[in-house]
Nanobody
Framework: VQLQASGGGLVQAGGSLRLSCAAS????????KGWFRQAPGTEREFVAA????????YYADSVKGRFTISRDNAANTVYLQMNSLKPEDTAVYYC???????????????????WGQGTQVTVSS
């Protein structure tokens, strides 16, 4: 599985962005997906995860109520809609895929099998 993240950019605080993560392969729906982010000088952190069928979603407390993860299995794509962005959301955002259930993998990086290359999100104050 190859993952390609896109949609990052520069936005003012309070604005919105939608990230996309396109995956190759015919088994896209077999993988739960996650989004992580990494700001300069910090460790990569969990943002959100979604189950294989897209029914179950999980969020870090810091983004709950502002970010929405979704997926379109027919399009082999997972999305992260980010609203009410804050300067502290500035980071490189990575998508990841896991053979585990989303509830099992959650925010544990080593439980994800495939990673995309990352897309930069910068929120100005």
């Amino acid at each position: 599985v190859q993952l390609q993240a896109s949609g990052g950019g520069l936005v003012q605080a309070g604005g919105s962005l939608r990230l996309s993560c396109a995956a190759s392969g015919r088994t896209f729906s077999s993988y739960a997906k996650g989004w992580f982010r990494q700001a300069p000088g910090t460790e990569r952190e969990f943002v959100a995860a979604i189950s294989r069928g897209g029914i179950l979603t999980y969020y870090a407390d810091s983004v709950k109520g502002r970010f929405t993860i979704s997926r379109d299995n027919a399009a082999n794509t997972v999305y992260l809609q980010m609203n009410s962005l804050k300067p502290e959301d500035t980071a490189v955002y990575y998508c990841a895929a896991t053979t585990l259930a989303a509830a099992q993998a959650m925010g544990v990086m080593r439980r994800y099998d495939y990673w995309g290359q990352g897309t930069q999100v910068t929120v100005s104050s």
